[in-house]
């Protein structure tokens, strides 16, 4: 059933993306030149659309195109060539390896043949006709220049030249450490009308928002109806090279769609083959709980994976709760740097036109300046009164921020303090614990998002407000607040399964 359900997550996918765009591109999810996990590979360790070969491992959950072993090559090639002319593609892998060095490589590829798994570039063929984009890992030409990323347009004439790291042959490239990350690398590249570009993910999150610009070129000619492939291969030093995912999304312009869509009997003819290869599945799974009765039963275990205790879920929802903290505090921040950047105007505007009114300059003042410059607006008595009121109000926001942040560093302390006596629990993590930390955090999150809102509502208390208190001290409290308590509770946590691992221990 999950794996139906895996399917039909697909096709959901494919028509979000349909709609979603609204620009001139028109994407479509393709399935048959895409993997991904789970049931990346099926039980007889076929991956549907894909065939695979040399060194190279599929499982479940990825494919492992050279083990750390040395002298390996592999590579997993698509079965049809595509048959579309634009395309993109997000390649999520990872190259792990015990070595500070490694070696060599991963390289994508669009060519109009499949390679031998017995090739000498990367685990695939020489004189490619097509695209590599090349993650070439060893510095072969000691120039200090690897790990590297590049693409490398051949004909079917060149020979890859690899004592310079291809680097008179390369189309473009950049330089990126992508091994021994703690997340997944991503590449997503884009062949769009002619133009060729990669982006990378340096692994150092899971966000994807993260995607960096490797480059881009235009006029990139590459034959039509090429297959997609990856590779990788080892030499003395060895990574493993593990392919997690590979999403192949064709392009298409407005014009374009328009040819399609008058071609319903194909797309009939699609979703009949679909369904078909969903029947088969389902009935393969039949005949293998038949054959293997002892089997299901430890496979239904699995599905405990998609459940998870109070505990799990209420360090779930802590690490949600700062993390939109991080993001409140992050807007916080962004907010009054803008308020900060119209005090200093407004400052130097007031204390000049102070200057001006009293005759006694407050700040010294540039000789030669025209006081003429200025503007001659007088300040009254009761101007003054408003700014030492509104700098009041300021004052009193900022205290009560640092009176709740008081508060919850002293009650997770003491929190702290009663879990390490007392919480003798089995569990690993004390629930109370837990509760006390959630209802500090959504406390402080409200508080926080209130003081936003107060000191965006009034643009003006803070630009007046400014030239009797020091405002500089504002962001500098708010930064080291923000740091302060992110690193307290990343502590806390870390602190109270430090204690269950020694309780478990014992
Ligand atoms: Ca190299
Ligand atoms: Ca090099």
Known sequence: MSLLFNLLLFAFLCCLLEHVNTQSVHRRFEYKYSFKPPYLAQKDGSVPFWEYGGNAIASSENVRLAPSLRSQKGAIWSKQPINFDWWEVDIMFKVTGRGRIGADGLAFWYTTTRGEYTGEVFGSSDQWNG?????????????????????????????????????????????????????????KVEYYLNTLTVYFHNGMT??????????????VVLPRGGYFGLSAATGGLADDHDVIHFLTTSLHTTQQQGGQQISADEQQKLSQEYQQYQQKLEQQKDQYRKDHPDEVRDKEGEFE???????????RQIWQGVMSLQDTLRDLNKKVDEVIGKQTNS????????????????????????????????????????LVTNNQIMINTVAELKGFIIEVSRKSD???????????????????????????????KANVAGVTQRITSQ???AQQACPAVSCVSLTGLLTVVASQLVIMFLYALYKEKKEAQAKKLF
């Open 131 to 187: 695209l590599g984009l090349i993650f070439d890992s060893f510095d072969n030409d000691n120039k200090h220049n690897n790990p590297y990323i590049m693409a490398v347009v051949n004909d079917g004439t060149k020979i890859f030249d690899h004592k310079s790291d291809g680097s008179s042959q390369l189309l473009s490239g950049c330089l990126r450490d992508f091994r021994n990350k703690p997340y997944p690398t991503r590449a």
């Open 206 to 219: 899971t966000n994807e928002a993260d995607y960096e610009l490797c480059f881009r070129v235009e006029n």
């Open 305 to 315: 994976d998609w459940f998870e205790s109070d505990g799990q879920r209420e360090f």
């Open 347 to 386: 400052l130097s505007l007031l204390s000049a036109v102070y200057s001006h009114t009293q005759g006694q300059p407050a700040q010294p003042q540039v000789p030669g300046q025209a006081p003429s410059q200025m503007p001659s607006l007088p300040i009254g008595r009761h101007d003054w009164d408003s």
């Open 414 to 444: 003491s929190i702290l303090a009663s879990g390490g006596a007392g919480g003798g629990a089995a569990s690993g993590i004390n629930p109370q614990f837990l509760v006390e930390m959630r209802d500090s955090l959504n406390q402080l």
């Open 459 to 461: 643009p003006q208390i």
